[in-house]
């Protein structure tokens, strides 16, 4: 097999990593409505499925990152699988038990692997290939992790929500079994065939980071525009992930569609397909307008959604906050550009503190739980627009801050 081929081949294996992850990642918009059902919770203990999912980035990138470098990345891309696969697997005894601990317990180990896949795979995709197509061979492996998100809600309403309502509790519980089961099945697969095929040497990458220009600084703590855009990716994922998370509840709400879990789930499709949609179309925008400039446009554009969805009712909220999908697409990757801007021979460790910084996507919905619970779901999402208001300032102020 000739060294292209290989490296074609390897490309599409580990696209399928960012297909999965983003999958089981679209899967906890499900869950929590499931939950919120399952056991008559408000929306703070709800929101408690994505705090554990995101909290494990946090509490697991960095021993992730120590345990790649013991084991190497193929080995610890399987690991990462079959921890994933272990997570779903668990799903089984925490719908037999009907125990809420035990399925936070299981989406923390499945969040686990999702993380170590994080850490191995960015990096795989961007050697695999000339230096400068890196970036279209990352972007393409979102547009898969778009797809993938698309397709989860439907899958999740279908199988999970579908007439939960009147179904006693131990039968709702059940609803988890057979969906959790066949991805653990499909996951130990994936993690036999990383056991087996080859993949290029990492050697490359380690060669790239001796090779950058030495700096007079000494840590990443003496880049304020890293710090200040490690926030904004908090900030980011917070909003993206909660106004997904609570959706299918706002969209059940009498005042704005009165629709079914199940129906509510399917709209998430159009909220992440809005994210894909957008990706593509800022691949080519990019090439004619700065990254900050378009960041603090769609910044604005979400906020603005944001009051509509807010202060108004019926279906003009409704599409309000789904179009905000759209406003997000570009949001991770010109955040994360501009934050390794002149990082040098930090880069590395500017990019685990980045991904690390994920972890916004456990606290911001559990605030806007609260929030929720106290103040009512549609005043709820003003949360979002905080979050908005600070991006806006990294776009237009922040990313500067430090540089001469």
């Known amino acids: 097999m000739s060294n292209t081929t290989n490296t074609r081949t390897a490309f599409i294996f580990l696209v399928s990593l960012f297909f999965m992850w983003a999958f089981l990642t679209a899967m906890n918009d499900i869950l929590i409505p499931f939950v919120k059902e399952l056991f008559d919770f408000g929306y703070t203990e709800a929101a408690l499925v994505q705090f554990c999912f995101f909290g494990a980035f946090a509490l697991m990138a960095i021993p992730s990152a120590k345990v790649l470098e013991r084991v190497g990345y193929r080995k610890g ?11 779903a697997l668990l799903f089984f005894p925490a719908s037999i038990a009907v125990y809420y601990p035990l399925f936070l317990g299981a989406l923390f180990v499945l969040a686990t692997g999702v993380t170590m896949l994080q850490v191995a795979a960015n990096p795989y995709v961007a050697v ?10 990352l972007n393409l492996a979102q547009g898969f992790n778009s797809v993938a998100k698309i397709i989860a809600p439907l899958f999740g309403s279908a199988l999970i929500l579908t007439g939960i309502e009147s179904l006693p509790q131990e039968q709702q519980a059940e609803a988890v079994q057979v969906p959790y089961i066949g991805l653990a099945i499909v996951l130990f697969v994936l993690a036999g065939v990383f056991a087996f095929i080859r993949l290029p040497d990492m050697k490359d990458l380690d060669s790239m980071k001796e090779s950058e220009e030495t700096s007079t600084k000494k840590s990443i703590w003496e880049f304020p525009h890293l710090l200040l855009g490690a926030g904004a990716i908090f900030m980011y994922v917070g909003a993206e992930v909660t106004v997904a998370s609570f959706m299918v509840s706002f969209l059940g709400e009498s005042h704005i569609a009165a629709l079914k879990p199940e129906d509510a789930g399917k709209y998430l499709s159009f909220y992440w397909g809005g994210l894909m949609i957008g990706r593509f179309l800022g691949a080519a925008i990019l090439q004619k307008i700065k990254s900050q400039q378009l960041l603090a446009l769609m910044c604005l554009a979400a906020m603005v959604l944001l009051i509509i969805g807010i202060l108004t009712n019926g279906w003009l909220a409704a599409w309000a906050l789904i179009l905000i999908g759209f ?11 501009l934050a390794i801007d002149g990082l040098g021979k930090f880069t590395s460790q500017g990019s685990g503190l980045l991904v690390t910084a994920i972890v916004g996507g456990a606290i911001i919905p559990l605030l806007q739980g609260v929030l929720a619970d106290n103040f009512g779901l549609q005043f709820s999402y003003v949360i979002a627009i905080v979050c908005y208001v600070y991006i806006l300032f990294y776009a237009v102020r922040g990313y500067r801050v430090g540089k001469s």
């Open 77 to 87: 891309i399987v690991i990462g699988l079959a921890l994933m696969g272990l997570g």
């Open 128 to 137: 695999l290939g000339p230096p400068n197509t890196a970036a279209s061979r």
């Open 327 to 337: 406003c997000n697409a570009i949001m991770w990757s010109n955040i994360f550009t």
